[in-house]
């Protein structure tokens, strides 16, 4: 199975500072077709986790343009230009190239 | 908008098996291009995929889990499906349905215990 190592596991922002979260996968995610299908989600609390970036930097709809991603064979980045409290959670990378689907262990936004 | 609910028991016996159902609205399960899929989450833990399926195509498991799981669809009900045979304590889970990853279900918790 593909590893994906997400750092820091913990993340503490002071409201209206940037974050950045970092993904790197055991493998490279560049699949046949072309795409890497490296994907981001934000799961807050008591929710359902929630699609946020799709193939490393296509934002979902109705997502913040504070919100972006970035990144390429390996090496992926979740960066947010100004937290807001409404960005309080916990954050996944995917990678979607290789089957089984993995997922990082998460990293736990809270603000400082 | 697409919506997915699962439902299913809360409480499965050890060694039982496991069955939830998606109830898929504002789409048809039979369109083409989108699959459909488990996942599941142990408490305070991530997110693991169980497997997913596409309409008229075999499905893909997780080879961890390859030996217990079916998925199957059932396009008259709009409805897709998880059998997990042979449980422990270790699959005590909010299990969730997906559509491809954009649409997910609230999750439900299942607990395994005597």
């Known amino acids: 199975d593909v590893v994906m190592t997400q750092s820091p596991l913990s993340l503490p922002v002071t409201l209206g500072q940037p974050a950045s979260i970092s993904c790197r996968s055991s493998q490279r995610l560049v699949n046949s077709d072309g795409n890497t299908y490296l994907n981001w989600f934000q799961q807050r609390p008591g929710q359902s986790p929630r699609r946020l970036i799709y193939k490393v930097s296509n934002r979902d709809s109705g997502v913040p343009d504070r919100f972006s991603g970035s990144g390429s064979g390996t090496d992926f980045t979740l960066r947010i230009s100004r937290v807001e409290a409404e960005d309080v959670g916990v954050y996944y990378c995917m990678q979607g190239t290789h089957w089984p689907i993995t997922f990082g262990q998460g990293t736990r936004l809270e603000i400082k | 908008q697409v919506q997915l609910q699962e439902s299913g028991p809360g409480l499965v016996r050890p060694s039982q098996t496991l069955s939830l159902t998606c109830t898929v609205s504002g789409g048809s399960i039979s369109s083409g291009g989108y699959f459909w899929s488990w996942i599941r989450q142990h408490p305070g833990k991530g997110l693991e995929w169980i497997g997913y399926i596409y309409y008229n195509e075999s499905p893909y498991y997780n080879p961890s889990l390859k030996s217990r799981v079916t998925i199957s669809i059932d396009t008259s009900k709009n409805q897709f499906s998880l059998k997990l045979r042979s449980v422990t304590a270790a699959d005590t889970a909010v299990y969730y349905c997906?559509?491809?990853?954009?649409?997910w279900g609230q999750g439900t918790l299942v607990t395994v215990s005597s």
């Open positions: 997906a559509r491809d990853s954009t649409y």
